[in-house]
């Protein structure tokens, strides 16, 4: 059963990554403005001052906005940090320090571990309020398919635990879409996490 459902993601993942560069860039630009003011006006995002937020990449909503947003308006910021096992999310602190950040094999600017910036997930940060995070494709019953590593999966149960250790309160998790991105069923299996919400420009 787990191999069919791998061989399933994999075919799916490679007809999405297909269709995502289909996308002309003028409709990302406008999708992403409006996911962009849709997710901002949330209660969870209003009243969050710990968030992780993923730097986007081609064929995903452009997070470029929400950062500026999040970093102007005195939030804490956690950006992604990835090693071949796994993903870490360390604070971001300024808009300067975004800009001077190299990029990824993947065209995304990213953090070294040699940088020694503050993890989410250490106790001194009291837990993270929301996590805004990616995906390749979603569907009707909100569910979520990743691109294949397990960075988010593994990230946040890892979250949870820590949050249910400490006593934290749980983060919330909002992911965010293009409306490509949104399709009638994905190929998820029992380990793949539901996003609380998901915002297309819909």
Not at 11 to 34: C, D, G, H, N, Y
Not at 44 to 53: F, H, P, T, W
Not at 81 to 93: F, Q, S
Not at 110 to 129: F, H, I, K, M, T
């Amino acid at each position: 059963m787990e191999t069919t459902v791998k061989l399933a993601k994999a075919a799916f993942r490679k007809q999405m990554r297909a269709t995502l560069k289909t996308v002309p860039f003028e409709s990302i630009e406008q999708q992403s403005k409006a996911v962009t003011g849709k997710l901002l006006a949330t209660p969870e995002y209003q009243r969050s001052s710990k968030i992780a937020l993923f730097l986007s990449m081609k064929g995903e909503v452009d997070t470029t906005q929400i950062l500026r947003d999040v970093l102007e308006s005195g939030k804490q910021c956690f950006i992604p940090m990835c090693n071949p096992e796994a993903m870490e999310m360390v604070l971001l602190k300024s808009w300067d320090d975004f800009e001077k950040l190299p990029r990824n094999s993947w065209g995304i600017p990213e953090p070294q571990p040699q940088d020694g910036r503050l993890n989410a997930l250490d106790p001194s940060v009291g837990g993270l309020d929301l996590i805004i995070m990616p995906g390749l494709a979603f569907d009707h019953s909100g569910n979520r398919i990743g691109y294949g590593k397990g960075y988010y999966d593994k990230f946040l149960a890892k979250c949870f635990t820590v949050a249910t250790e400490k006593n934290y309160k749980r983060p919330s998790t909002i992911a965010i879409a293009l409306r490509e991105q949104y399709v009638p069923s994905v190929p998820a299996g029992p380990q793949d996490l539901k996003p609380d919400q998901i915002i297309m420009s819909l």
